[in-house]
């Protein structure tokens, strides 16, 4: 079994910066893409970030230039700077990753509350 554990969220006020941190454990062999997504209330989960075992990124438009991912493979842990942030940034934040355990399949967070507001 795979368990992802996030943290790292908590209230902000606009303008201002948060880091998210996410370590996967468990029975893995290998890991593809890790990163994030969101959910703000009444609304779908949306992509975040992602990031593949090589570096390559995918950002949403909404947080290109003000959030950065990274990756230490070593630690099998995926972090998001978040600077500039907007009251529309608000939203629970989901860790994903695609891991090898016998089989590839998809691993969530328990989610962090990020709550942009003055």
């Known amino acids: 079994q795979v368990q992802l554990a996030e943290s790292g969220g908590g209230l902000v006020q606009p303008g201002g910066s948060l880091r998210l941190s996410c370590a996967a454990s468990g029975s893995i062999s290998s890991i593809n893409d890790m990163g994030w997504y969101r959910q703000a209330p009444g609304k779908e989960r949306e992509l975040v970030v992602t990031?593949?075992?090589?570096?390559?990124?995918n950002y949403a438009d909404s947080v290109l230039g003000r959030f950065t991912i990274s990756r230490d493979n070593a630690k099998n842990t995926v972090y998001l700077q978040m600077n500039s942030l907007k009251p529309e940034d608000t939203a629970v934040y989901y860790c994903?990753?695609?891991?090898?355990?016998?089989?590839?399949?998809?691993?969530w967070g328990q989610g962090t509350q990020v709550t942009v507001s003055s």
């Open positions: 994903y990753s695609e891991v090898l355990v016998t089989i590839w399949r998809e691993y």
């Open positions: 990031i593949n075992h090589a570096g390559t990124t």
